[in-house]
């Protein structure tokens, strides 16, 4: 450490020291947040990490099938009422 910085650092520990319990919480917290550990640093620098969450998923073997009519106009929700074949 050059001696420029342990002026800084003598200098804040002398203001920290004169500070309400409370407001040296704050102090700490900012510094805490200024200086996230590195799996906070990876996040926020877009870093991807391989096979984090292998197996929790899974994509249907119809996933890219068409979609059928009843999809489309609401009759798998109960939103349009199939019309009674007998009827017919």
Request: charged share 35%; net charge negative; aromatic share 8%.
């Amino acid at each position: 450490m050059n001696i420029a910085v342990k002026d800084e650092v003598s200098e804040l520990a002398e203001m920290f020291s004169e500070l309400e319990p409370q407001a040296r919480k704050t102090v700490i917290d900012l510094v805490k947040l200024l200086q996230p550990d590195k799996q906070d640093q990876s996040k926020s620098e877009g870093k991807r990490i391989a096979g984090l969450h292998d197996g929790q998923g899974f994509i249907s073997d119809d996933f890219n099938d068409e979609l059928g009519d009843e999809f489309w106009f609401g009759e798998d929700f109960g939103i349009i009422k199939k019309d009674d074949e007998s009827t017919t």
